[in-house]
């Protein structure tokens, strides 16, 4: 796998908190396949802004290092925030500098709270605990 920001192949796996990374020990980015992301900061979804990055976001000149001629198009995190994270289209796999991931391991911890509050909301509907008259 070649590193799609510097073309680097010194890209290792690399442990961090139980969820396996790609590390590029050359320009110190990440690799995280589709999936990964969210079940390191325990979001439900990787990107929670759900937005289109193809629609929403400028293509860029990296390369999926896992899909041959896919580039990588930059997206927004979350709304309100200026992160943007580089995304592939085709295999929904994202690169991230390192420090990202330390700002987006502090934005997920909100979203998380709000998740968890929609999804206890939802809960008690179900069980009846709240009746919503429409
Ligand atoms: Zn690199
Ligand atoms: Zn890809």
């Given at each position: 796998?070649?590193?799609?920001?510097?073309?680097?192949?010194?890209?290792s796996?690399?442990?961090?908190d139980?969820?396996?990374?790609?590390?590029?020990?050359?320009?110190?980015?990440?690799?995280?396949?589709?999936?990964?992301?969210?079940?390191?900061?325990?979001?439900?979804?990787?990107?929670?802004?759900?937005?289109?990055?193809?629609?929403?976001?400028?293509?860029?000149?990296?390369?999926?290092?896992?899909?041959p001629g896919?580039?990588?198009?930059?997206?927004?995190?979350?709304?309100?925030?200026?992160?943007?994270?580089?995304?592939?289209?085709?295999?929904?796999?994202?690169?991230?500098?390192?420090?990202?991931?330390?700002?987006?391991?502090?934005?997920?911890?909100?979203?998380?709270?709000?998740?968890?509050?929609?999804?206890?909301?939802?809960q008690?509907?179900?069980?009846?605990?709240?009746?919503?008259?429409?």
């Open positions: 796998m070649n590193c799609p920001r510097c073309q680097s192949q010194k890209i796996e690399f442990d961090h139980g969820v396996e990374f790609d590390f590029c020990s050359d320009c110190k980015g990440i690799w995280c396949d589709h999936g990964e992301l969210a079940e390191y900061v325990e979001t439900l979804k990787d990107i929670p802004s759900d937005l289109d990055p193809v629609k929403n976001g400028e293509l860029t000149v990296l390369r999926c290092p896992k899909c896919e580039y990588l198009y930059e997206v927004n995190y979350m709304k309100g925030e200026d992160l943007l994270i580089d995304r592939c289209p085709s295999c929904s796999g994202i690169w991230l500098d390192f420090k990202e991931l330390a700002v987006i391991q502090k934005l997920a911890v909100n979203i998380d709270a709000k998740d968890k509050l929609k999804r206890t909301i939802k008690m509907k179900e069980d009846g605990f709240i009746v919503i008259e429409s």
